[in-house]
């Protein structure tokens, strides 16, 4: 196994050892995936009279059809039935530049919990919605739905599902929970589009505390909390919410911890099974620990340390960053699901922060602001 991403030298048995977590990881999220969902509800034009009604507060089955969720009036517009808003996020994950709308409908009185370390608790009958929409630069696919993904949390679980979007864009139908390839191609992409099934979405939801990605403290900041805070639906005081702002020294600093917050943290923290290989924490407020930490010489690679101060070419975070999908099974990048290409603005977010890292301490500021 020599000059593999393993590490240089090391022995097949200790690459078996070291692959055990990731093989049992894997076992557990199939497992996992099997119960998660239920099969979905036939198509029918009404419940049969011993079934549960339908309402925005708990469903036990996702329905056929995005229409029949009644998220939205205008569903090829995706307008915003009453109840349902639409949110962002400060550090959107990249996903191969799609654009992606986001919706969030909470019960009538419902209210987020937070778990203490940025994140949230959030009550039965909570519906988040994120649509993907090919970008303007993909030529005659630019503006189209591509899938719509629905998280909704009832009293036993969660149920999670993707709707693809058919051809004339006015409806979706809910997949069968397995990874569905559309022929399409994004820009700057080397494979088809991918909508994932059960499995590939557990790998990073999996590491949330709630299932839910994005909607955290840090992705909203105070300004949203204390909207939600004015609407009562936080349990807790704004001031009481952990990392919904992270210390950084510079505007660039914050960027990049920021953009790791966004794409990097749902797998690289303690909550996740991907933690127990690398063993990093990439989570805006503790990512700056990385700074000069011993890592594994990748093959073909020379880099010894996770972030070199002032060298993103000699740091294996921004080496795997940069990294191409290549086909061949030793060539990992980062993410390694998800996307296909590399974005252009999180490489220079970084490449910029790596780079500012061996400017002393106190020169920092000064320096970014001349720029």
């Not at 009550?123 to 030529?139: H, L, R, Y």
């Not at 990392?243 to 943290?265: K, Q």
Request: some cysteine.
């Amino acid at each position: 196994m020599a000059g593999r991403d393993y590490g240089i030298g090391m022995k097949s048995d200790a690459v078996l050892r070291a692959s055990l977590p990731t093989l049992f990881a894997v076992l557990v999220l199939t497992a996992v995936a099997a119960t998660l969902t239920p099969e979905r509800a036939p198509r029918r034009e009404a419940p049969p009279p011993t079934a549960r009604a339908a309402s925005p507060a708990t469903l036990d089955v996702l329905p056929a059809r995005l229409s029949e969720l009644g998220l939205f009036v205008d569903l090829p517009a995706l307008r915003p039935a009453p109840g349902v808003e639409a949110y962002d996020v400060r550090y959107p994950l990249w996903s191969d530049g799609a654009e992606k709308p986001r919706h969030l409908r909470l019960p009538e009185g419902g209210r987020l919990a937070s778990d203490g370390e940025g994140g949230f608790h959030f009550p039965e009958g909570s519906t988040f919605s994120k649509t993907f929409v090919a970008p303007a630069d993909a030529g005659a696919a630019s503006g189209r739905k591509l899938e719509t993904r629905i998280l909704h949390k009832n009293a036993e679980r969660w149920l999670t599902g993707a709707y693809v979007w058919n051809e004339a864009g006015d409806d979706a139908d809910l997949t069968d929970g397995w990874d569905r390839t559309l022929p399409l191609r994004l820009p700057g992409c080397d494979a088809d589009y991918v909508v994932p099934g059960r499995v590939s979405c557990l790998q990073c939801h999996a590491g949330a505390g709630d299932m839910v990605l994005g909607f955290s403290a840090p992705q909203l900041g105070t300004a949203k909390l204390g909207e939600l805070a004015a609407r009562g639906r936080l349990e807790a005081p704004v001031r009481e919410i952990p990392h919904a702002e992270f210390e950084a020294e510079s505007d660039v600093e914050r960027d990049a911890l920021g953009y790791l917050e966004g794409n990097c943290a749902h797998c690289h923290n303690p909550r996740s099974s991907a933690f127990a290989g690398a063993q990093l924490d990439l989570r805006a407020f503790k990512a700056k620990e990385a700074i000069g930490r011993p890592a594994f010489r990748l093959a073909h690679e020379s880099a010894r340390h996770v972030v070199a101060a002032g060298k993103p070419e000699a740091s294996t975070l921004y080496r795997l960053f940069v990294r191409t999908l290549a086909p061949e099974f030793d060539q990992k990048r980062m993410p390694p699901v998800g996307a296909h290409s590399v974005d252009p603005h999180g490489r220079a977010v970084l490449e910029r922060w790596i780079e500012s890292l061996a400017v002393p301490e106190g020169a920092r500021e000064s320096v970014h602001r001349s720029e």
